[in-house]
Structure formats: C-alpha cells, structure tokens
C-alpha cells in the first residue's frame, strides 16, 4: 500500500504536468513516464466493433499481471498494423489496409472480490466508482451476456481487423482467462459532421459533452483525481446489450415515435424545433399548457438538466445477431422468430454513480421507450489510464 | 400448364434473342418483356450480406405470388436508394451514401411441397435440380438454421444499408411468411484483383469458374435449357452455415495448415509452387514418390478436375455471431465458450446434383479440413431468371 500511495502522488503531478499531452494517441511503448489515456474513448469511434468480457482463471495475480503485459505489448504491435510477437498470426488481415485498430482493456468488479473472496489481494484497491450497478426496473439480463472480470473493446474500420486482434488477445489470454461474452457492433459513416442513425431511425448522439475542452473532460469522463491512483487518467465503462423490438417500432407510426423519442425523426430537432443542435423543448408548453416534449419523452430523461447535470460519453453501436425465437403464451401473435437486434450502448464516464445510474434509475421506470426496449446484457469495467512503458494495469498489478 | 409450356417457348425464343442483354443488371421495371438475371449473382461481391430465408404461411398461391409482387417492387426502389412504397420506411439509412445494395430471391423445396402436401398446386413445377440436398457425413444441421420456403439474400457496402431492406421486405411478407433463419456475414475489400482471405487466413476464391465467358456461365450457373420455363435465366443456391474451430485452426502449426488447404498460405500458391493462380500440383510427386498436394487436401477434393469437371460460382462470407457455449462431457477442456464464427458459404450452380452435392459428397468423407469445419446449418434454393415488367417468379406463380 506504501507503493501504491506514493504512486497516487505521482500519478496526481503527472497529471497536472502532462496536460494537454493527455490527448496523444498511444503508438509505441516510450521510456518516459509521462500518463496518457487508453485509445477507443476519445470521439469520433470507428465503424466496427467487437466487444469481448472474460472471466478470470488465474490463480495468482502474478499471472493476471502477465496477461495484462502480453496483451498491452500484442495491442501495442496489432494497433500498429504489426503482427502480434509471440504467436503465429493467423494471418486473415494480411493484405488489409490498416484498419485504425483501437484495443482498450477494462476491469470488471471480479478482479476485486468475486463471490465473496478476495482471490488476488486487491479488494481494498477496488475503486469506489466500480460498485455493482443495481437492479433496475425492467431488467432481463441473460447471465451469459452480462458481467466479466475483464473487457475489451476493439474498434476497427473493418469487423475482419476487430475481430482479428480478439482472436490473437483470446490466444494469450489461454489459461488466465475465458472468454464470458461477446458482442459485435457497427455504427456506419453518415459522412462528415453528421450524427449516424441507429437502427431505430433517429440520430444517436447529438448530446454529447464536449470532451474536447479539457475542463468538460476532465469533470466527466476521466477518473477524479480524489479517485484511485492506479485510475488516474482512467475511465468508467458501462456496456449495456439493449434489444430493440424492431418489428413493433417499424409498425409504430412516425408521430408516436417522435413523441416517445422527444425528437424529430427526419432532422433530428426537438419538438417544435427546426435544427438538430438547438436545446431541447423542455420547458416550452403548447395552447393547452402541455410540455411541447412529453414529460416521459427518451430525450428529456436523458439530459443532463433533467439529471442534476449528470453526463457520459456514448460511444454506441447498433447490433444485428440475426433472428431468435420469441415465446409468450399469450398473445400467440408474440410467438415466432423476431430480430434480434438492437443497440450495443457503451458510455464512459467519470463515475458511473452519479452519470449512468443516476441518469438510468428514472429513465427505467419512465422512458416511453421502454415499450421497445430491453436491457438483456450488462457490464460494468474500470479502464486505467496508463504510463508510458508500462503495461496497463501495472500500477494496480505491477 | 397449357400457359407454362406456352411460357416455355417464349422463354427459350427470349433467351436466344437475349444473348448479351442478360448480362444488363436489373434496374427499373421496363415494359420489354426481355429475360434477365436477378443482380447479386455475378461478381465481384459486396463486402456485407444479410441472408434470411422464411416460412411461408401463405394458404394460396395468390397470396405468395402478391407477397413477390410487392418485394420485387420494393426491391427496385430499394436498389435505386429510393424508400419502399406503400409503407413508412423505417429511415435508419436516411442519409447514408447508396450502397450498391443487391436483393436476390429465392424458392425452396417447401414452396413445392412441405410435410408431403402440395399446398399451392405447384409440385409439378418443381424442377428436377432442386431435390433435396441428401444427408452428408458429419453434418450437424441445426433445425433453426436449416431449410426455408423462400430466400432472401441482401448485399452492400455497409451492414445497415443490408439489413435496412431485409427488414422492409419481411414487413412486406407480413401474414404471408415468417422469418425462419439469418445469417450476416462480411467480406472486406482486400484491394482490386487481391483474393480476400477468409478467418482460416488462406485465400478463398482463388479458382472461380470463369464466369466473364458466357459460354463457361451458361453451362456452369444459368439454368439449362431443358429446365423449367420459369427458370430460364436462373440459377441453383446452395447456402450452408460451416462453423470453423478458430480457436484449434489457431494453435494448428502453419505447415499443417496448408497442407490441409493444398495451399501455401501467405502466397496462396499451390504447394510446391510460386503463384496463387498457377495449376494445383495434383499430379506431382516429391522424390519419396509422395503426392505434393495431399490426396485429402481441400484444394484438391474441390478441383473440377478430381470432380468430373463439377464447378459451382462461389460467394462465400465470413461470419461472427460472438461466442457460444461449447458442452462436451470428455474432454474436459473442450468445455467453455468457443468463437461462434465461420464460413456462410453461398454457391450459385446450374445443378446442385452434379455441382455442390456431387463435390461435397467426396469432401465430406475425405477433406483434412472436416477436424475443423462442421456444417450446422443449410438451404436449398431455386433462384429464377426474371422478365422486365415482371416480378420475380411470376412465371410460376403468376
């Protein structure tokens, strides 16, 4: 605990000195010890994603430490468009263009305390932010798509290189860990400046807090510096697998979707608005005195001045996995193969207490578009920052 | 039947006059009842598909040869980037660049007869080329993602644009068919002229019937003359779902590896020669009087020269469907999730007899590659040709 408190003092001057060096992209493994941010969290995300948890095996940290070494030092070469040293690539990108490869390692709550044990001496380092998300309304998370001890995230411009470099990380995860679930996504380019469409057909996205200033960056989404040290220039992930009942929003009529969305379809403007990035219609009434966006509407519960302010970074990609079978009892026109398709919302940020727990407490019980949603997965992961020329997670494992 | 054998002849005159019309890809329903081929057959391929097949639940012909009209017509102006009429386009790919999207249609057994019944008085038009695929050696078909009465294959430059159309279409089919199956898959763009490599990491496509010649195209994919009528100007699709062991072909040592496929992998030559595209060594033998490609090589088992000449029009897919949950009692290290990833293998033939069944039929008893390649899923369909100002199948159903 003496090294990892005299680390959180570093850490806490590296992070004032290193300032706006805090935006550098990760390339090379340097000498110097200057903190720097994991890759995948800053904007604008790619198109492809493939999504991946896994449940530790390792019997001691040591080996977790390993793990973490050789998948920093594989990432450092896959993101370089380098093959993997080590192993035999399995050569399926070669003669791809490089594809922008993003890789970013998240820990979940099990590397802390899993079933109650404290399997590598690390409960006490467990960060505050990283508690269990709660229950909420209307929950039906399928455990083999929720949890895991650790992440990753691999955005790439074609789903080959995204899935590639989770296929090489699997291979040296062997015997430490096993994969727990996975989840590919995609989020097309609707060209420059425009907010992409998810697959319920409205723009996903135009709120965002603006992480290009460094304040606003600072406030939401990198870890407080009253936070860990072994966080600092980290981040929060929340990853939520969230089904779309397409079939039942395609038969909805485009003035109801607009209501229950608190936005227009086609432009993307608030209701009664004209442009898609001005404020929403929160406090404007109609005639009759009713709130021109709906008090339950999903743009409303979702903005940070109906939420104290509480804001994240989405960073959300839609999902196809095909088709899978739906069976109520009743009605009997529920039964039958229906899309199995949705949104896979992954958002960083500060502390997911007060952002996505705060924001996504009320929305549960209130969202209008809680008639065509489910969250059928979850995952909940602690991203460090890291320091030049080591590993990440070496100031929690080293 | 007096009008389909009247059809019959028309057809046959419309094909020879045709000639090289055939070949103009399908763009606007056109009052010259000249024949042409459904777009989405002929190479090259697009980088994304969305393959879905259906159940019909259709009591009447009419009522499936309504549920063609109407896709065929939302096809067009699909195609065309135009929204589909008579419903309220789901808008997910508003503003999305065109696509080059492809919608190509397709009949299966059970629209002829399904559990023994002749539902729709059409066994009689069933053609001799669609007889059910027999049973294979270590097929492991999986009901729920086998079969199907009609098809529907979607291919475009981004996934979206894709699964934007299937989900328009199977509105369209509302009351008239139910989703049974689907499979996504992607081929990205390896550069012009480069073979793209498949998640094996071997390139995949290198021997293609030479499809540019007219003369290799109509004995090889265009239905025979002596088909059916209705489909003249079409062609057979045999889709089958070949899940790949990743996890095992990675940790397979490189020179095991091609000795498997019968090709060098980085270069894709045939073993023991220099050039991907220079003949198979199938009749060369090393000093010890071995075979330098192995007698069950998979290069060689799929040679047309080892299968009486046998060729079929591949246009394959890799597919990721995440992990899922591999359960064998012994060994125990075979327990755990494995990649849910492989081959959606897509092959377009004038016969499936003498083409697909023929080649596999060897290839299922012999082929190195079947300790890593199991087929969990399969589909049979009749694709017809396609009169301008008709819908698709209108020579059958009409």
């Known amino acids: 605990m003496t090294f990892s408190l005299s680390r959180r003092t570093l850490l806490g001057g590296a992070l004032g000195l290193a300032g706006l060096e805090l935006m550098r992209p990760a390339t090379s493994l340097a000498m110097a010890s200057s903190l720097r941010h994991q890759p995948g969290?800053?904007?604008?995300?790619?198109?492809?994603?493939?999504?991946?948890?896994?449940?530790?095996?390792?019997?001691?940290?040591?080996?977790?430490?390993?793990?973490?070494?050789?998948?920093?030092?594989?990432?450092?070469?896959?993101?370089?468009?380098?093959?993997?040293?080590?192993?035999?690539?399995?050569?399926?990108?070669?003669?791809?263009e490089p594809a922008s490869l993003t890789l970013t390692f998240g820990f979940?709550?099990?590397?802390?305390?899993?079933?109650?044990?404290?399997?590598?001496?690390?409960?006490?380092?467990?960060?505050?932010?990283?508690a269990d998300l709660p229950r909420f309304t209307g929950d039906q998370l399928v455990p083999a798509h929720t949890g895991g001890d650790v992440c990753i995230q691999s955005c790439a411009t074609d789903p080959q290189t995204a899935f590639h470099a989770i296929r090489i990380l699997a291979r040296l995860a062997d015997g430490r860990a096993t994969p727990r679930w996975a989840q590919t996504g995609f989020?097309?380019?609707?060209?420059?400046?425009?907010?992409?469409?998810?697959?319920?057909?409205?723009?996903?996205?135009?709120?965002?807090?603006?992480?290009?200033?460094?304040?606003?960056?600072?406030r939401v989404l990198w870890a407080a510096p009253t936070d860990e040290a072994w966080m600092q220039g980290g981040t929060y992930l929340v990853a939520r697998i969230i089904r779309i009942a397409l079939e039942h929003w395609d038969r909805t009529r485009t003035g109801f979707q607009e209501e229950t969305m608190g936005r227009q379809k086609q432009s993307g403007a608030p209701i009664g608005?004209?442009?898609?990035?001005?404020?929403?219609?929160?406090?404007?009434?109609?005639?009759?005195?009713?709130?021109?966006?709906?008090?339950?509407?999903?743009?409303?519960?979702a903005a940070p001045q109906e939420n104290g302010g509480a804001e994240l970074l989405r960073r959300s990609y839609?999902?196809?996995?095909?088709?899978?079978?739906?069976?109520?009892?009743?009605?009997?026109?529920?039964?039958?193969?229906?899309?199995?398709?949705?949104?896979?919302?992954?958002?960083?940020?500060?502390?997911?207490?007060?952002?996505?727990?705060?924001?996504?407490?009320?929305?549960?019980?209130?969202?209008?578009?809680?008639?065509?949603?489910t969250h059928i997965g979850s995952g909940l992961f602690a991203c460090p920052g890291r320091l030049d020329g080591h590993y990440v997670g070496e100031e929690l494992l080293g």
């Open 318 to 373: 839609s999902y196809d996995n095909g088709l899978s079978y739906i069976a109520e009892r009743w009605p009997p026109w529920r039964q039958g193969n229906e899309f199995d398709a949705g949104l896979m919302f992954l958002a960083y940020q500060q502390d997911p207490r007060t952002a996505f727990t705060r924001i996504f407490e009320r929305m549960s019980k209130f969202d209008m578009m809680n008639q065509y949603t």
């Open 41 to 96: 969290i800053m904007l604008p995300q790619l198109p492809f994603l493939y999504f991946i948890t896994f449940d530790l095996t390792a019997e001691k940290k040591a080996d977790v430490a390993d793990m973490m070494r050789a998948w920093t030092e594989a990432a450092e070469a896959l993101m370089a468009h380098r093959p993997a040293p080590h192993l035999v690539d399995s050569g399926d990108v070669d003669g791809l």
């Open 108 to 130: 979940g709550p099990g590397l802390f305390t899993k079933e109650g044990k404290d399997r590598y001496g690390l409960a006490d380092r467990r960060p505050a932010p990283l």
């Open 187 to 218: 989020s097309p380019e609707f060209g420059r400046h425009q907010t992409p469409r998810n697959l319920m057909g409205f723009k996903d996205g135009t709120i965002q807090p603006d992480i290009a200033n460094p304040a606003v960056a600072k």
């Open 273 to 301: 608005g004209h442009h898609e990035n001005e404020p929403l219609t929160l406090s404007q009434t109609d005639k009759d005195g009713n709130p021109v966006t709906s008090e339950n509407a999903h743009a409303r519960l």
